[in-house]
């Protein structure tokens, strides 16, 4: 079993992964919390919080990347995606 610290360094090294396509568009990613379920919170900042494009933007980057990288954590949620217009 991983302890809370390993799980956020595991999760980090996976974000650094996807991190430079998020800078180079002035974005990032922060972990918000991990829940005791392994649920991983997470907070679009700078150009993401706002982005119309963050919900691809996670599902495709973000997500995939936790879940390849990270396979204890059993759900991701960012707090601040907004929603897709239509």
Same mark, same amino acid.
């Given at each position: 079993m991983n302890t809370l610290e390993e799980l956020t360094q595991k999760i980090e090294t996976s974000l650094n992964s996807i991190r430079p396509y998020l !800078?180079?568009?002035g974005g990032n990613v922060k972990v918000n919390e991990i829940t005791p379920e392994h649920i991983v919170k997470l907070e679009f900042v700078g150009a993401c919080g706002n982005c119309r494009m963050s919900t691809m933007t996670f599902k495709a980057g973000v997500e995939a990347a936790i879940k390849r990288d990270v396979p !204890? *954590?059993?759900? *991701?949620e960012v707090i601040n995606l907004t929603p897709i217009a239509n």
């Open positions: !800078e180079a568009d !204890e *954590i059993k759900g *991701i």
